[in-house]
């Protein structure tokens, strides 16, 4: 015998050792990360805060980098209430509130870096504004929901679902990677793009002008019974359906619905 030199009886013996050695590695780096998230979760830290201003306000602007970021619409010519639930390991989230004359810019900025993502930094606001107020909103990350507003609203996503309920204003959504959806709409105008992403849009009331498109992603539209509109479906990729009765091409109202890839539906909601 060679002394100080390993032997292998044959292929499988070989096969059998590698194995072992990917399944130790695997075990070992799946214990690292459920212990660092372990760690993680008992150094975390979390606060809870609110703010108020009856400054006047006809719009918010919100950039955030991450978190959930909701509005909702109050009574009109009511107070601005705000509160905002921050988690952090290593750097707190910062939440500014500043007024650039009527209107009401939240800044939210993690410094954190990227490591264990949200566990590490983030930052969940939500608005109270009178009804009336527009709502801009750029997000990084994060669910971002507008509720019961009749001013503008204007969202953009780079990741995260958006979602509108009861909204009246003109209406324009975008989002890189994430669901997009509308319950509940009364807006006259709406435009929506998503790279990424299923739509459903669901609407109480009849709109003017409805114009929807998908890199990838399946799109409903739901519009009210006994309404008319200059309709078109179109996929790439996937089934196009309009309901019977619903297209009139003498209508002043116009729905126009894309998607590259995916199914689309056009049709009366129930």
Known sequence: MNRGVITFNGPDSVKRTLWWVVALVTALAVASTTGLLLVGKLARRD??????????????????????????????????????????????????????????????????????????C?????????????????????PVVVNR???AVNLRSRSGPLT??????????SSDSGPVEGDGLRSATVAVHSSSGPQSLNFASAPQSVT???????????????????????????????????????????????SRSGPVDISYGS
């Open 122 to 142: 983030q930052a969940d606001v939500r608005l109270q504004v009178p009804a009336g107020t527009a709502v801009d909103s750029v997000t990084d990350s994060g």
């Open 47 to 120: 606060a809870t805060s609110t703010w108020t201003s009856s400054h006047a306000i006809s719009k918010v602007r919100i950039n955030a980098a991450g978190g959930t970021v909701e509005v909702d619409g109050g009574p009109t010519g009511g107070t601005v209430t705000a509160r905002q639930d921050v988690g952090w390991l290593t750097s707190r989230p910062v939440v500014n509130y500043t007024w650039d004359k009527d209107t009401l810019v939240v800044s939210v900025s993690c410094s954190g870096g990227a490591l264990l993502g949200s566990l590490n």
């Open 212 to 258: 929807a498109d998908s890199d990838s992603g399946p799109i409903d539209v739901a519009l009210p019974r006994n309404t008319h509109y200059q309709a078109t479906a179109s996929s790439r990729s996937g089934p196009a359906s309009v309901d019977e009765g619903l297209d009139d091409p003498s209508s002043t109202g116009t729905v126009k619905v894309t």
């Open 164 to 173: 509108v309920s009861d909204v009246s204003g003109p209406l324009t959504l």
């Open 149 to 151: 507003v009749s001013g």
